[in-house]
């Protein structure tokens, strides 16, 4: 299966704690999104990097939240000192080129307890 | 940003046609209009888009109003691994800020065997 790979499928963790989620694009994607979700909601947009650049974060990301895309390839979403309130799905998407299609992974759930 | 309004919620007979509407009345005349579904336990998927014709894919055909201000998704026989929300989303390729998609709460279709 080539598609966008994301790890873990699921994360407890307690509150105040740091986690750290992994996504692996399709290869030759330059294009990288990060999503939360959360239930019965919409994916809402967190970021996106074009190859290694961070373009675009949106205002729900927090000085708490960090992403990176060391050598435009996988990317890393890591939540410090988490809060109940972070309990979501984290989504990730890839895409070829500007304006077309996103693939997005099956997600990694994070409870914070 | 484009809004778009879908129902809540809709149900179709396994094996019949579902038309799926989403209205868009201030689209502007460089957006496409995208389709995503997201089944239970994954991240969405990509569907179809168009601009102003009518699209057929393998998944599904796309019915675009003339002034484009509404647009249907049709399932031409629906099966029971349809049941997803789907997500109608206005999306300009040529508008680098607009390269994110920007998701509404979707329409529940539920299929009843």
């Known amino acids: 299966d080539t598609g966008v790979s994301q790890n873990p499928r699921h994360k407890i963790t307690k509150r105040g704690q740091n986690v750290t989620f992994r996504c692996d694009p399709i290869?030759?994607?330059?294009?990288l999104y990060w999503y939360r979700q959360t239930l019965g909601q919409g994916p809402e947009f967190l970021t996106y990097f074009q190859n290694e650049a961070q373009l675009e974060k949106s205002r729900l990301l927090s000085d708490r939240f960090s992403a990176e895309r060391p050598k435009g390839s996988f990317s890393t979403l890591e939540i410090q000192r988490t809060e109940q309130g972070d309990s979501a799905m984290y989504l990730c998407?890839?895409?070829?080129?500007?304006?077309?299609?996103?693939?997005f992974g099956n997600g990694t759930r994070l409870t914070v307890t | 940003d484009a809004k778009t309004t879908q129902p809540n919620s809709m149900e179709s007979n396994e094996e019949e046609p579902v038309h799926l509407p989403c209205n868009h009345s201030?689209?502007?005349?460089?957006?496409?209009i995208h389709w995503y579904r997201q089944l239970p336990s994954q991240g969405p998927e990509y569907v179809i888009h168009g601009l102003t014709s009518n699209v057929n894919n393998r998944m599904a055909s796309l019915a675009i109003a003339e002034d484009r201000k509404s647009s249907t998704l049709i399932l031409h026989r629906a099966t029971l691994r349809d049941a997803a929300v789907y997500y109608c989303i206005l999306r300009d390729p040529d508008n680098f800020g607009n390269e994110k998609l920007t998701f509404g709460t979707g329409t529940r279709l539920t299929i009843i065997p």
């Open positions: 998407a890839s895409s070829y080129g500007q304006g077309t299609p996103l693939h």
């Open positions: 290869s030759e994607h330059n294009r």
């Open positions: 201030t689209i502007s005349g460089t957006d496409y």
